[in-house]
T-cell receptor, first 112, second 114 residues
Framework: GQQLNQSPQSMFIQEGEDVSMNCTSS?????WLWYKQEPGEGPVLLIA?????ELTSNGRLTAQFGITRKDSFLNISASIPSDVGIYFC????????????FGEGTQLTVNP | DTEVTQTPKHLVMGMTNKKSLKCEQH?????MYWYKQKAKKPPELMFV???????INESVPSRFSPECPNSSLLNLHLHALQPEDSALYLC?????????????FGSGTRLTVV
């Protein structure tokens, strides 16, 4: 099936630093979703993007739907220890119906 | 209510047991999903229900049997599982099949097969 290349695979940062992660694909997506998952919990939706070029913020988080519709990025500003978790991008394609394609995830560690 | 509730949170079962996982949402979502997730990996789609009808079965072994009794409930019946079926089982819902508005996930059931 279609793959989403998510990078970086892991990040170790100091509290207060900004974080950037992205997902790329060779195919076009109609929807990009960014989720955060903490240990023992299900993924929690952070931001949903529906239009090429769309830039959306949720507090310290900002995500963009790439203009080519083949990529998306997520930025976290001024990281705090509770930002720790695995961040997944996920995309929906017109040809895949309701099948979400997930990236492999970015493991974020924030040192106080 | 903006949650998907899954029970039980943890389940240990033998390979000859029969058990069921339950999922409930009261957001009026008409699509519900079962995912399987191994540690440090993304969720993998198992089943999709749309308007209480099975829409997608991702070639899941018959020892997993889904059921959607009504628009708010989704069950996953388990029988004769293998140790490699141990995983986090996630339920999700969306307004309609196709995820408009995003998918809302439950906290999952941590299943261990012994």
């Amino acid at each position: 099936g279609q793959q989403l290349n998510q990078s970086p695979q892991s990040m170790f940062i100091q509290e207060g630093e900004d974080v950037s992660m992205n997902c790329t694909s060779s195919s076009i997506f109609n929807t990009w979703l960014w989720y955060k998952q903490e240990p023992g919990e299900g993924p929690v939706l952070l931001i949903a993007l529906y239009k090429a070029g769309e830039l959306t913020s949720n507090g310290r988080l900002t995500a963009q739907f790439g203009i080519t519709r083949k990529d998306s990025f997520l930025n976290i500003s001024a990281s705090i220890p509770s930002d720790v978790g695995i961040y997944f991008c996920a995309g929906l394609q017109e040809t895949s119906g309701s099948r979400l394609t997930f990236g492999e995830g970015t493991q974020l560690t924030v040192n106080p | 209510d903006t949650e998907v509730t899954q029970t039980p949170k943890h389940l240990v079962m033998g390979m000859t047991n029969k058990k069921s996982l339950k999922c409930e949402q009261h957001m009026g979502h008409r699509a519900m999903y079962w995912y399987k997730q191994k540690a440090k990996k993304p969720p993998e789609l198992m089943f999709v229900y749309s308007y209480e009808k099975l829409s997608i079965n991702e070639s899941v072994p018959s020892r997993f049997s889904p059921e959607c009794p009504n628009s708010s409930l989704l069950n996953l019946h388990l029988h004769a599982l293998q140790p490699e079926d141990s995983a986090l089982y996630l339920c999700a819902s969306s307004r309609k099949e196709g995820g408009a508005g995003g998918y809302t996930f439950g906290s999952g059931t941590r299943l261990t097969v012994v």
